[in-house]
């Protein structure tokens, strides 16, 4: 292969690797978001551990109102998100925008980049959710909705005795937890259970842990009774 052969096929390479890179595949994508999704949600205003990421394309980074955890480094960063910039963001948090406290690595992989990033742009337009095509369960980005929970996950009574809470249910059956097996936890988005009706949420693999979610953090002690 001469000279200007071997440019032109260099050429074609950058060209066709850009190319692949830019198309992605939004059905492969969705796959690559379930790794997003414990800790972002794509309805509007529905935040996580992390932001909604509902309309996110040309949204300054650190400026959605309603998220409010956000790091100063993130919110001083004065990045737009656009292909270009999700696309390194994804790549590598920590080096696109250094000490962002967001806990994740990154997608090395241009592929899983480009695919994530095209069911992202489709996922994140306005009403893509309300349409339907991407607001299912937690592939949508969403923890259960805990307004009516089934008898088994409403809870009547807790008590904590030396180690251990008990945690009767609706449904009239009791379970124990040792104490750092049980998180009390609180949800006040429109999501979260009714004002003193907490539910009990499973976690952990083999059974053993659980979380008692409450809708505000007043209701807590009044709840836990101390009963031996």
Known sequence: ???????????????????????????????????????????????????SLADLWNRKAGSLPSFTRYSPALKSANIVWNDKTLDDWIADPEHFIADNQMIFAGIKDARQRADLLAFL??????????????????????????????????????????????????????????????????????DGPEKNAPALVGAGMMGDRADVIFADPSEISSFIASKC
């Open 1 to 51: 292969m001469n000279g200007r052969h071997a440019t032109a096929f260099a050429i074609f390479l950058v060209i066709g690797a850009k190319s692949f890179a830019a198309e992605g595949n939004s059905a492969r994508g969705q796959r690559v978001f379930g790794a997003c999704a414990a800790c972002h949600s794509l309805k509007p205003d529905q935040n996580m551990t992390g932001p």
């Open 121 to 190: 742009k489709q996922a994140t337009q306005p009403g893509a959710v309300a349409r339907g095509g991407t607001g299912g369960g937690m592939m949508g980005g969403g923890p259960p909705n805990l307004k009516n929970p089934a008898a088994e996950s409403r809870v009547q009574a807790i008590s904590h005795c030396k180690d251990t809470y008990t945690i009767t249910t609706a449904n009239g059956q009791t379970r124990k937890f040792w104490e750092r097996n049980l998180r009390i936890k609180t949800d006040s988005s429109g």
